[in-house]
């Protein structure tokens, strides 16, 4: 069994068939999901999801990246971080790729931001899950500075060094890998994968961005996952089912989901 510890499925593209989604997934054994909130609009649809449907949980954050949206407060995150099935705070982080033409000295509302997401997940306990593009050192910086050495999480989707990796496993952070791990060019990530200790890893699909090998360019879905964690497994010389046994349980530990064999018997 597996779990997708990162998917967009409040996005349209996968929304609007959130039917197929659950029993393509149910197909691929994929018998989890975290569904990542990225503005505090779309909040109220990630939330339904989650409450909606068993095999789904969720986070309440906005991304880096976004502008011209709600700038959320901590009373913002913390009230919505209250409600159930809501188990992480995130998106959230640094993303200095697309700086459209602004310098990094520019994009101070960035860190801002990200500022009062760390509040908040030191204020509620919960897991930040952090997005990083080409801003490493600053998002480790911030990390310390406002975490205060009690702040867990994920660095998700990851794609920076394994300096990076090494200082987020440092500071008690997951590394999650994502469909990036199958691509030819990124011999780079994998050597950073082969390195992080299987117990810090998650599995993701960033869907519907990023659909793994063979997949490439695609609408991504979270019953690709088995296909990151096939990558993985071949790194780390390891059988497949024992990779998707441990980001499993990686991924309850962290958010505090009841182990699956609980919610089995449950029912
Ligand atoms: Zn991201
Ligand atoms: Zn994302």
């Known amino acids: 069994m597996f779990v997708d510890s990162h998917c967009h499925l409040s996005f349209p593209e996968l929304h609007d068939r959130i039917d197929t989604i659950r029993a393509d997934m149910a197909a691929a054994r994929v018998e989890r999901a975290l569904c990542i909130c990225t503005t505090i609009e779309e909040f109220p649809r990630v939330h339904a999801l989650a409450t909606a449907h068993d095999e789904f949980w969720c986070t309440v954050g906005v991304h880096p990246d976004n502008e011209g949206v709600l700038e959320p407060g901590l009373e913002d995150l913390l009230e ?138 695609k609408t991504n879905s979270p019953a690709y996952v088995p296909h990151v964690a096939a990558k993985l497994a071949e790194i780390k010389g390891l059988p497949l089912e024992a990779v998707a046994e441990a980001t499993r349980q990686n991924f309850e530990r962290l958010f505090d989901i009841p182990a699956l064999e609980k919610d089995l018997e449950k029912t």
């Open 80 to 217: 919505r971080a209250a409600l159930p099935r809501v188990v992480a705070i995130g998106e959230t982080g640094l993303d200095y790729y697309r700086l459209n033409g602004r310098s990094i000295e520019q994009m101070a509302w960035q860190r801002e931001r990200f500022r009062v997401h760390i509040r908040a997940a030191r204020a509620t306990g919960l897991p930040l899950v952090v997005h990083t593009r080409s801003a490493g050192a600053d998002t480790l910086a911030l990390l310390r500075e406002e975490g205060g050495g009690e702040v867990r999480g994920v660095f998700h989707c990851f794609t920076e060094t394994m300096a990076v990796a090494r200082a987020a496993l440092e500071l008690g952070f997951h590394i999650s890998f994502s469909g990036i791990l199958t691509f030819r060019n990124a011999q780079e990530l994998r050597d950073v994968a082969l390195e992080v200790p299987l117990e810090r890893c998650l599995i993701e699909t960033d869907s519907p961005y990023l659909a793994p090998m063979p997949y490439r360019g």
